[in-house]
């Protein structure tokens, strides 16, 4: 009791000294300086005559040099900035800097001294004056320069060093950190959270694989193994934190990092991009945790840009679905481009007014108009058209649940193709210059009513770009990171309510993209071709979802398994194992984008098409199953989904 009392006594001082020092900190830098000044000179008369202390140096050369050094070293150092700062948060920078103003200093007494004695030279009735001045030994002000160097750093450091040890405070619950990389990122991390002034981490070591590395300490801090030692090194040191200090790291080393450390309850948390770090938006030490579009995001597009301002710039902009994922962050990449006026047409109320409220927040210069309107409205459709004109079309309005359309068989005909229809038809009619329609990779070999649906409107976009003024594409690609209703986020409300995570098959393979990554390349493939052509995006490797689901419990801090199981209930209608999407093969075609190709096909017939699709808008009317089926493989006989339904 005695000794807390003791404690708390102690700490109320140190406090109210620390509050006087902020307050008159300049006077107190000051002093210090010109102690430091004067004790670095006796330091150097000390070393020039073998540490012996003597009266005759200290009552003649001694005063005059200090008074002569103090008024230079006092302006040089105030020019150098040397009088404000914080030195409980010196670094080599500070230190470098201290040096140089050093250096100029001595420069300035020596070269003041060999004025006076080119003075004497000249003018021999002088050297009585300066006497004082020419009397010591030059080497005193050479030995001047270093000690004040050693005792200036030491004096920060000091500081610095009671700030980050004796007047650390330790956290309620600390946790034991382990960093991956030993590079300049690994280090700087591990330096900021060393000098954390509340403590929170116990660093238990750093890991790399660069076997030049193994063994050696950073700040003190062994490195402990290698990204295949990190299982091993999970158990045996209790890791609670991982902090991934890779900015440049590809997402399969990221992958791996995961995967390895499976079975262990660990939070992870990475480092910002290289390209955050360099230009200044972010510092190392501004972690935050490891997503999972981290894992399976690539490399920075690369956009032609003065293309897509060309096509965008001063041009009255329609985005269909612009409530949706991938139609909302069209216009957000929009808005950059400055188009003449950007319309935000959507059925659904609520994200409508969302969408319009963030752009007009964020981008209060880009002129928007929400218009709330079905697609599948032919009049309403052709009214918007009529008043707006709009000189480019992105249409990303559709229905895209697959087992919700095996069970209502008839929406998707309305809605993706009608309503396709509809848009393309308008666009034609009211002269617009681009249409641009986002179709999906199940509308490739479909085996669902949702991709046979996407592959029809395909068809139809393509033939009445044949007969049209407008420039009509297609931009096809896989599942996006995130998106409402996709697998991502309903991975993460089954483990936020403790499990388990349902997936429907153990070899279930999917590609995934990055929605800003997507919407990014469909304005690339937007402003490429001569009209007509399916646009193929790369979306890299297909991912396993089951290793999805493992990858995504572990980033939770869970262990698959054993804090949430991950079970299998089958396909469902319409799903298959494996989507086909390739921008490789025979019936693909390069462009001037490397992650952008065309699908080469035979145009069907628009005569049969235009009369296929009569007759399924009828029969969908029906919301007849059976009948849609076989409807629908007169128009595209790949479609293979009757058998997955039965």
């Known amino acids: 009791m005695i000794r807390k009392k003791r404690a708390r006594k102690r700490d109320k001082i140190l406090k109210t000294f620390e509050a006087m020092v902020i307050k008159y900190r300049t006077l107190f830098i000051i002093a210090a300086h010109i102690f430091v000044f004067a004790a670095s000179l006796v330091l150097a008369f000390l070393l020039k005559n073998d540490m012996r202390f003597q009266l005759y140096w200290m009552t003649t050369d001694f005063p005059v040099l200090l008074a002569f050094s103090l008024v230079i070293k006092m302006i040089v150092f105030a020019a150098f900035k040397q009088f404000q700062g914080w030195w409980r948060y010196v670094g080599i920078l500070d230190l470098q800097t201290l040096s140089t103003a050093a250096f100029i200093s001595t420069v300035i007494i020596y ?214 994922s991938i139609g909302s962050e069209m216009c957000r ?120 649906s996407k592959r029809i409107a395909e068809m139809y976009i393509q033939s009445l770009n044949k007969n049209s003024k407008t420039h009509f594409v297609t931009v096809r690609f896989g599942n996006v990171l995130g998106s409402n209703g996709s697998v991502i986020p309903i991975f993460k409300k089954q483990i936020e309510e403790g499990g388990p995570v349902t997936v429907t098959h153990p070899d279930m393979r999917r590609y995934f993209m990055t929605i800003p990554e997507a919407s990014k390349l469909v304005l690339q493939a937007a402003t490429m071709g001569n009209g007509g052509e399916i646009f193929v995006l790369d979306m890299g490797e297909p991912v396993k979802i089951v290793d999805l689901a493992r990858e995504l419990i572990t980033l939770s801090g869970y262990r698959p398994g054993e804090d949430i199981d991950v079970i299998f209930t089958g396909l469902r209608p319409g799903e298959k194992l494996f989507e086909e999407l390739s921008i490789e093969g025979e019936d693909m075609k390069a462009t001037r984008h490397p992650k952008i190709s065309i699908w080469q096909n035979k145009a069907v017939d628009r005569e049969v098409l235009l009369e296929g699709i009569e007759k399924i808008a009828d029969i969908a009317k029906r919301q007849n199953h059976d009948e849609i089926v076989k409807g629908i493989k007169i128009l595209v006989p790949e479609y293979i989904g009757e058998t997955v339904y039965n």
Not at 148 to 164: A, F, K, P, Q
Request: net charge negative.
């Open 333 to 452: 990449q929009i808005c950059p481009f400055k188009p003449k006026l950007l319309l935000l047409l959507e059925q659904a109320e609520n994200p409508l007014f969302f969408i319009d409220r963030e752009l007009k927040h964020k981008h209060p210069h880009v002129q928007t108009r929400a218009l709330i309107c079905n697609i599948t409205d032919r009049e309403r459709v052709s009214y918007l058209f009529a008043n707006y004109r709009p000189d480019v079309v992105i249409h990303a309005a559709a229905h895209k649940h697959v087992p919700l359309m095996e069970t209502n068989p008839g929406e998707p005909i309305k809605n993706n193709v009608l309503g396709t229809v509809n848009i393309a038809n308008a666009s034609d009619e009211y002269g617009a210059k681009s249409f641009v329609m986002i179709s999906t990779d199940k509308a490739v070999n479909p085996t669902s009513l949702m991709g046979t």
């Open 111 to 324: 070269l003041s001294w060999m004025g006076c004695n080119t003075l004497v030279s000249y003018f021999p009735g002088m050297e009585s004056t300066l006497n004082p001045i020419l009397s010591f030994d030059q080497g005193i002000i050479i030995l001047d320069l270093f000690t004040t160097i050693m005792l200036l750093s030491g004096l920060r450091l000091v500081v610095r060093l009671y700030y980050e040890e004796m007047r650390s405070e330790k956290a309620i619950k600390i946790t034991n950190l382990l960093i991956v990389g030993a590079g300049d990122a690994g280090e700087t991390l591990l330096r900021e959270v060393l000098r954390m002034r509340v403590q929170k981490y116990n660093v238990i070591g750093l890991i790399d694989d660069d076997p030049a590395k193994r063994k050696v300490s950073i700040h003190g801090i062994p490195v402990i193994g290698t990204i295949d030692d990190l299982d091993l090194i999970c158990e045996e040191y209790d890791v609670e934190e991982i902090a991934v200090a890779m900015p440049s790291a590809p997402q399969t080393q990221l992958r791996r990092i995961i995967q390895v450390s499976e079975g262990h309850k660990i939070k992870f948390s990475t480092v910002p991009s290289l390209t955050d770090i360099t230009s200044g938006k972010l510092s190392v030490s501004q972690t935050r945790e490891v997503d999972i579009a981290d894992l399976l995001g690539r490399e920075e597009v690369q956009l032609e840009l003065d293309k897509i301002e060309e096509f965008l710039t001063g041009k009255t902009i329609l985005v269909t679905g612009a409530g949706g």
